[in-house]
């Protein structure tokens, strides 16, 4: 015991020293190597994040040629597996054949620039190449994903939207991505609520993907953009949206629930950060969480645009809804997920929510890690029996199609 406590002192040691370098030229652990090739296969095998949907050959052909902790590697070795399903989809025989290989590049494509696109070329470059590869893949999809477009201050936000055929306006939910996932992984698992009737709308969440600000106070305002839109589309019920966030983003549908709280109808917060999330004396711990494969802390300081741990922690404290004087305002119904283990968000900010302002509704897996995940409790099921149909039931509607 006091050897392994030892050793976690000196790798938050090691990790607190590098940070006077740019988080721009890092390779973070907490893996070497050889563990994260192997734990890179384990989740392909077992299709958990950020693998998921990746095929295990893929996997395997993009780790055979992985040999270096290099950012621009990781990047090349998953995007020579989406060039080749690119190249096969446009020699399709058929829009389903097109379709799966336009899925299966996207998928290679995301997990290239994961965790995130910001601080090298090449994972910037298989960021474009997913946004590509999803686009000729959402067109193929019944109903097909539509991009929009909605101007925003002196730039554009830009989202999509699926909606199911109905002779009448859809409710909706309003999906926002995570730290390291994007919009495409937002509407890519809309199909649950589409054969319920329900449409989607995905958007970056602030500091990652296309979003036009970084996260600060007052950075929600992309939603209530987005809000403003939805309520011109003769074919959304706006009177009938609820918000779904997700790990970093369960922060955003909380706000959303508080300051929009007489236009949504419920805020599912999935992963639940809001006040000990940004402390300090937390972050300095969590990021050396096993939980995400690696790169955690340049991935959370890139939607800062900070490079520096000092810099980093110093920016996050204002952000705490107890800082904001949120915690106790009146809100719209939010539903509060997460695991008793998570080593990413602190379970006591789940806590904290629930002793504070109106009532809420909680699901806490006492066995589960971040987002409340474990062996028994996948994200699928969490989503499919628990969040999903709480927010549909929010928006009036009874969930029959799983």
Partial sequence: MFYRSLLRVFACVMVLSAVSMTAAGQSWGPRTLDELKQETLRRATHNLGPITGVRIEDAERAMASFDTLDQDLWAQVWMSNGEDYMSRAQRAG???????????????????????????????????????????????????????????????????????????????????????????????????????????????????????????????????????????????????????????????????????RDRVQGAAIHGVGVHGYYQPEWQEHAILSEEYLFDLFPARAAVYATETMEDFLSYGPRLSLVERGLIDKPSAPMLLVNGELDTQQPIADLYLMMRHGDPKHAWVNPVGGHMGRSSEWPTGRILAEVVEPWLMRQIGVDPKRH
Avoid at 111 to 134: C, D, I, M
Avoid at 140 to 169: G, M, N, Q, W
């Fill in 94 to 260: 058929s829009v389903d054949e097109a379709r799966d290989h336009y899925y299966n590049a996207w998928r290679n494509f995301n997990v290239g620039r994961w965790p995130t696109e910001k601080h090298s070329p090449g994972k910037r470059q298989s960021y474009e190449n997913a946004l590509r590869a999803f686009h000729e893949y959402g067109k193929l999809l019944d109903p097909p994903v539509e991009t929009v477009r909605i101007p925003f201050e002196d730039t554009e936000l830009v989202a999509y939207l699926r909606i199911p055929d109905s002779d009448s306006p859809v409710p909706l939910v309003l999906g926002i991505n995570g730290l390291d996932s994007r919009k495409e992984d937002v509407i890519a698992g809309a199909d649950r609520y589409v054969a319920n009737g329900v449409g989607v709308f995905a958007m970056d969440m602030p500091g990652t993907g296309q979003s036009p600000v970084l996260i600060d106070v007052g950075s929600e305002r992309v939603f209530t953009t987005a809000l403003d839109y939805l309520a011109t589309r003769d074919d959304v019920d706006a009177d009938r949206i609820a918000v779904q966030g997700r790990s970093w983003s369960g922060y955003w549908a909380a706000v959303v629930a508080y300051l929009e």
